[in-house]
């Protein structure tokens, strides 16, 4: 608890308590109650609250504690009950510097880690070169520190794509989309200068302005004759690192960044359009009676038959008063978990353009009250390499720096399962 | 990542050894002050627990502040903020360390010292820090800059005179032309936060200010570009193309992958539009919104659900927003129930002819889900857009018939609800499904579900054979049941009476003697002695009153009015947004805002003023009318009269349910007021989420 405005009492913390943690009722992230307004997350075990007074603005408190916690984990390793007990002074030292009046200020974890350190002794230390890490506070460039050396000259991509999909228990699909986000890690020497491209050519939106950008025809991982094998991608929409110029990607959507030092996020996006699904299930659930329930399930990996999927789980939803199941697979095991109400079905290498299939039957105890199954949808995990549902690609990826330096760039993509959802 | 070892040190201190621990190396080999460190530790762990006899070491506290350790000193001044309100006295003599630390040739500490003196809460304190605070906003160091800029907005919420009186807001204004883009986003926000919280300050920026705040966008942090966006609404465009330029400006950020940015970003260029004649841009604009807003769907699940409460405001305002997305509202099994809650909202709002079976069969899917509220929300759905849409009525009945099917109690009752609207919007189109409902008769234990059901066989008493005995199984536990209900027995039973005057001239008589005599609520007694005076001097005319024709209902209720939804857009992305209530009912010291004058308003195209013109129209034609009426037709006045009872009476449920203003008045509400399902009621309300309380029930001033 640290109160940043004088308007603020200690007690407060109580009354959260009271009102929100030990009130099963409240299924909101924000109360108000008067005029003082809690809004909290929670993280691991913790909730981390944030009070105001008046009509503020929602977003940049969740941002706030967004970046908190973000800071904490990259500070601590991780930020639940025990990190912040053992470093608390730590997390004292920097709220105080992360707000200020309620405002939050630079909240940068590379120049951060500048001055506060958990290394005790650094913190007297870097006071000698204050003024250029308050140059750094305040600067254009508050993210990147000055004087950046490395013997080898590299920068690692990751395109990371969660795909999301509901299809309804007659086959139809609702929802096919992709939350995609680059990843990258740089480790550049000096101020460099970075162009990224993706595919030759890049849809923005409905009417957004297509703009081709040249290049060879790519390919990856061998799928199907798609619209992405033809160079084309579609985004519905992208965010961006605070680090890119988003005048000169709303002009001629080049994006072209100074990065920070090590891992960030360089942009995140969505598509829509031709969406290419890794799998494909079939799933037939009949009720038998009201003391037995069978289930067929096909699973057909959509992908090329070079690729293969790691970690593949199928979460196969039983009903409440399940007693026993048995089942049979042509690949993998399958198990039966009480707490999750589920059949969990682990396959862990999935090869392209292999189908496999699980039939079970779940017994089901008699119950005195008889309610309908709501029959949630069957869920699957999954983490497949070489492969984009969108269809993205990174053409190249340039760097610029007055020393003129060669470095060296690796990019690797991967399409893991967001909320892959079958209804039957 | 060398975690801390800390925790340990949570345990409840006694101060005399704390004291002893803080004092007992002074002078020794304490080199790296590692024993005062742990001390120091132990007292903050011991404030963090509140354990207030802490206080009593402030005197010691003061005595290490100066020792040379910045660490030490950090974790003093935390004790100095917390505790100086509590002994002002001795926080005192902490007053001139802070003061030479204002001096100090590290700009870090400077800021430090000044960051801590202004928040303490002590007259001496806020006097001292005037004149250090004027240097400081000029001190070479824009770290140090911009905290005081901040510092500016702290001293005012201290002492809002003394901050007046001297000319500290003129050098604030001075520093937006400062060249670091930190300090004038900084800057910019202190004065925001001033203005906020006055009455005498006037925040205006002209159009070269406004453009050159947005030509720095790209050079603040993503806190800076918020606090400048924020203020971008306090530009007033004089000119239409000077706002359509500068929302062209600032739509990069809607890329910005920081959601206040990009919410904060969209409110301003929903509050240009406003300015904005040319249609095509008007319209480019609009297209641009919808992404972002969408893409704030993969977002935490806290900021989803402020994005899709901002995303059912901005629908109403600009309909083109959104429209091709439903599909992207679609809940995820997994997705927290407020969210849920209000992406069922959005369905609703977006559910159109276009996309109706695709809807219904998502609504169908949630109907059997775990939560009940939900549940509810989703039939009540189906029942609603039955009305919405009116081509869509007979799919959306088989719908909800599939629903009582379940005989899940709660899904029959809510289901029962929403027929009975339906039988409102339509009459004499769907009454063949009345079996149906009265199969399940049984599982109805609510009240409003029971007098939902209790209109429907007073309505149609002459087509339900048994309708009778159904209406005295009710009766029989009249005692028992609340006033909705009652209420509804009553009408119900002088329905049945109208039109089979055999069949209802028992229950009459009993029914009327409970209702005026054995009861003390107000209502039900006045409506009760009406209908007998009713029924015993002119049978004809209550008949034409009891079964007239009923004004038409439409089903959407969730619209807000004009202008709290003006209103509502110039604050997007805050907290009342959240609740969708006018911004002052929630926050009532919270500045009002309202779209300002000027040559460049598109003054005919805001809601606020096309309602005014429309009910400017009505009046006038109602006027007309009353002279029609009072030259010719006198047997209106029979009716009228009647009405006008009705009126006063105040009951909305009886101007709801049953008594239609007769026919002559029925055509004004044609015109306008059209009469509203369920308000109060409807989607747009979270309400077991809200805890909003207004009056004097401010809890939390201690």
Known sequence: MRAFRQDMRPRLADVFRIQVISNAQIRSPILTLGSTTFSHIRNDNIYVVGVSKGNVNSALVFEFLYKLVSLGKSYFGRFDEEAVKSNFVMVYE?????????????????????????????????????????????????????????????????????????????????????????????????????????????????????????????????????????????????????????????????????PPDGSFQLMTYRATENVNLPFKVQCIVNEVGKGKVEYSIAIRANYGS??????????????????????????????????????????????????????????????????????PPLSMQFSLLMFTSSGLLVRYLKVFEKNNYSSVKWVRYMTRAGSYEIRF | MSSGQDAKLFARGKVAELRLELNQSAGKKDKNFSAKKIAMKKIVANMTMSNNDMVALFPDIIGVMGVGSIEVKKMCFLYLVNYARAKPEVALKALPILLNDLEDSNPLMRALALRTLSYVHVRQFVESTLAPLKTLLKDPDPYVRKTAAFCVAKLYDHDKQLVESSDLIDRLNLMLRDENPTVVSSALAALMDIWERSESIKLTIDYANASKIVQILPDCSEWGQTYILEALTSYVPQDTSEAALLADRITPRLSHTNSAVVLTCIRVILYLMNYIDDQKVISSLCSKLSPPLVTLLS?????????????????????????????????????????????????????????????????????????????????????????????????????????????????????????????????????????????????????????????????????????ETLLEDFLDSWADETHEVQLALLTATVKLFIQRPTKGQELVPKVLKWATEETDNPDLRDRGYMYWRLLSSNPTAAKGIVMGEKPAITAESEKLDPVTLEEMCLVVGTLATVYLKPVHTVFRSARPRRLQESPALQKHTLPSWQ??????????QQKAMMVAQTNGAANGHVLDEADALFASMGGREMMQDDFGPSSSSAMHGEQGSMYVVNQGQGLGQVQPTMHVQNGDGDLLSF
């Open chain 2, 611 to 620: 309602a005014a013109q429309q009910a400017k129209l009505l009046t006038d």
């Open chain 2, 299 to 467: 977002k935490g699940p806290e900021i989803q659900y402020l994005a899709l409460r901002n995303a059912l405001l901005i629908l109403q305002r600009r309909p083109d927003v959104l429209r091709n997305d439903i599909r992207v509202f679609f809940c995820k099994y997994n997705d927290p129930i407020y969210v849920k809650v209000t992406k069922l909202e959005l369905i609703f709002m977006l559910a159109s002819e276009r996309n109706i079976r695709e809807v219904l069969t998502e609504l169908r899917e949630y109907a059997t889900e775990i939560d009940v509220h939900f549940v509810r929300k989703s039939v009540r759905a189906i029942g609603k857009l039955a009305i919405k849409i009116e081509p869509a009525a007979k799919l959306c009945i088989t719908t909800l018939l599939e629903l009582v099917a379940t005989k899940v109690s709660y899904i029959v009752q809510e289901a029962t609800v929403v027929i009975k609207n339906i039988f409102r919007k339509y009459p004499n189109q769907y009454e063949s499904i009345i079996s149906t409902l009265c199969e399940n008769l049984d599982s109805l234990d609510e009240p409003e579900a029971k007098a939902a059901m209790i209109w429907v066989i007073g309505q149609y008493a002459d087509r339900i054979d048994n309708s």
């Open chain 1, 306 to 375: 070079k690729l293969f999927a790691t970690n593949v789980v199928v979460k196969i939803p039983t009903p409440l008063n399940t007693a026993n199941t048995t089942h049979r697979t042509s690949q993998g095991k399958a198990k039966y978990e009480p707490s999750e109400n589920a059949i969990i079905w682990k396959i862990a290498r999935f090869t392209g353009q292999s189908e496999f299939v699980l039939s079970a039957e779940a017994e089901l105890s008699a119950m005195t009250n008889q309610r309908t199954w709501s029959r």
């Open chain 1, 94 to 258: 920097l709220l105080d510097e992360i707000l200020d009046f309620g405002y939050p200020q630079n909240t940068e974890t590379e120049t951060l880690k500048m001055y506060i350190t958990t290394e005790g002794v650094r913190s007297e230390r870097a006071m000698e070169d204050s003024s250029k890490i308050t140059m750094q506070a305040t600067g254009a460039l508050s993210w990147r520190r000055d004087n950046i050396k490395y013997r080898k000259n590299e920068a690692f991509v990751d395109v990371i794509e969660d795909v999301n999909l509901l299809v309804s228990a007659s086959g139809t699909v609702l929802r096919a989309d992709v939350n995609g986000a680059i990843e990258m890690r740089a480790y550049l020497s000096g101020t460099p200068e970075c162009k990224f491209g993706l595919n030759d050519r890049l849809t923005l939106g409905e009417n957004g302005a297509d703009v081709s950008l040249g290049g060879a025809i790519g390919n990856l991982g061998g799928n199907k004759a798609s619209k992405a094998a033809a160079g084309s991608v579609t985004l519905e929409d992208v965010s961006l690192h605070q680090c890119v110029k988003l005048s000169s990607f709303s002009n001629d959507r080049t994006i072209s960044f100074i």
